[in-house]
């Protein structure tokens, strides 16, 4: 997987009308720009363009100005601080001590305020009148006696799979609240990238690829796999550029599924393009950047993170059916139930997350939302082995659906389809003596889904991709060998649309 040569540099602007930064937004990047401003001495204009092309937080000048005075950032040294630094200095020098100066709690280099004095050679003149009448009162400055050097740094950082979760945390914090400020569009309940509803379908369209490439890996069809995994990641230039909210967490949770003589390289493959188009410093380049050093758990966990805080944040805003959330929440659930952690805090904060939209909704009279939280409710239920509360659960969306008017084009048919699929996974893994059951349903869904939607369509694939993976896992090797050429059959018909 080379890079092409010919990826360039993103250029188009990103944002029209650049609309301003919000105090949300300065507080999430707050220890961003102090790093850039104080700690790697960065000039304002330098920080302002970072934070732009990297960040896309904007604001003007005397904006910046503004928070790095209240954040107590300011580099300028005054007059009464310098005043204030000499006589401390003559002091502490006559008993002999050392001294360490620092002000609005940065570090100050002696040859800075030498280089001070020799651009104002007047104040020497000051200098007496101020050590009659000084005081600290109204000086943010710290006088100490530095500590001997060791040969041991008292402050150790911990090793890479300690600091990396919190650092990609905060780094795709600050990213999501970033983008949803400055970057995404809203239509509606929808949040889109740069490439909108067209740039989602491309997202949905990698997605199905990849996990058509996937099914075909564990049938051992590693040719037909690698074209088909090759061919989605084509648009990957396209779709980094476009910067839909679903990409990452589709491109990240589909790695953890491959294994990890394909899942390394493909890491590897996905940071350089984000790097190539977006730039080195871009938060998404430095969260690929990180998951190229992490063990398979390690990732998953931090992905499981991200993916709830992600969630959360957008949930308060969108909604939970949001289909970004529900790509995050699915994620998480997913990823804690590999990892064998259900009964967490986390699983039980989406569970109630859940539970609580679906009877907000019904009490409203929004019955189609109320059925749709309630069967992703049973499918959270059914990763957690509580089988008995998803079979309630699908229960009673099962009578929403059955009451409902299904006609062309109505949104029941899409929870209907769903309630197949999660009969048929509650079938497959309470209990695999039901697996005639369980196939059953899978095949209802498949067949929903080719008479009421496009033949050959998203929905349909993944139906046969669960037949193929159900048939293989209970030793129906001839059925899932026939279920994995009709997949085949139907990729290829799509490809040649």
């Not at 410093?281 to 190229?292: G, Q």
């Amino acid at each position: 997987m080379d890079i092409p040569h010919e990826v360039t540099m993103l250029c188009m602007p990103l944002v029209t009308g650049k609309p301003y930064a919000t105090d949300d937004v300065w507080n999430c990047h707050r220890s961003i720009i102090t790093r850039l401003y104080r700690d790697e001495k960065k000039c304002l204009k330098q920080v302002k363009q970072i934070m732009e092309c990297d960040y896309n937080l904007y604001a003007t000048e005397r904006m910046f100005k503004t928070r790095i005075k209240s954040w107590g950032l300011d580099k300028k040294l005054k007059e009464a601080e310098v005043l204030r630094m000499l006589q401390l200095k003559q002091e502490r020098d006559a008993i002999g001590k050392k001294s360490k100066f620092s002000i609005r709690n940065q570090e100050v280099d002696w040859d800075r305020l030498v280089h001070y004095l020799n651009r104002r050679p007047d104040l020497r003149n000051k200098f007496r009148d101020f050590a009659r009448n000084s005081t600290d009162a109204h000086l943010d400055l710290i006088c100490r006696t530095p500590s001997p050097d060791l040969e041991v740094s008292s402050v150790m950082a911990g090793p890479p799979d300690l600091r990396f979760p919190e650092e990609m945390l905060q780094i795709f914090r600050c990213y999501v609240e970033g983008a949803f400020e400055s970057v995404w569009t809203r239509q509606g309940e929808a949040v889109y990238g740069y490439g909108q509803e067209p740039g989602r379908d491309r997202v949905d369209k990698m997605h199905t690829g990849i996990g058509n490439a996937i099914a075909l890996l564990e049938r051992n069809k590693l040719r037909d796999a690698f074209r088909i995994l090759n061919r989605s990641l084509n648009s990957l230039e396209r779709l980094i550029k476009e910067q839909d909210p679903e990409l990452f967490y589709m491109l990240s949770y589909r790695t953890l599924q491959l294994d990890s003589e394909i899942a390394e390289p493909l890491i590897v493959f996905i940071y350089d393009m984000h790097t190539t188009i977006l730039g080195p410093r871009h938060p998404l380049s430095l969260v690929w950047s990180r998951f190229r050093h992490m063990s398979w758990e390690v990732r998953a966990r931090v992905l499981s993170m991200m993916a709830i805080n992600g969630a959360q944040f957008l949930g308060t805003r969108l909604g939970i059916l949001n289909p970004v959330v529900d790509s995050a929440l699915s994620s998480t659930t997913i990823i804690l139930r590999s990892l064998g952690e259900t009964n967490g805090s986390d699983f039980c904060k989406v569970l109630s997350m859940y539970a609580t939209a679906a009877e907000t909704y019904f009490t409203e009279g929004d019955y189609p939302r109320s059925c749709e939280c309630l069967l992703e409710m049973a499918g959270v239920q059914s990763r957690a082995r509580h089988y008995e509360p998803a079979r309630d659960a699908l229960a009673r969306a099962y009578y929403l659906i059955q009451g409902s008017d299904r006609g062309s084009g109505s949104p029941w048919l899409k929870l209907e389809l769903r309630y197949y699929e999660l009969m048929s996974s509650l079938f497959y893994e309470c209990d695999l003596g039901q697996v005639d059951e369980a196939l059953e349903y899978e095949y209802k869904a498949y067949k929903h889904a080719e008479e009421h939607f496009q033949p050959g369509n998203v929905r349909s694939l993944r139906a046969i991709r669960n037949l193929i993976h159900r048939c293989r896992r209970a030793g129906r090797e001839e059925d899932a060998e026939k279920w994995c050429e009709t997949l085949l059959a139907k990729t290829l018909e799509n490809e040649d649309v």
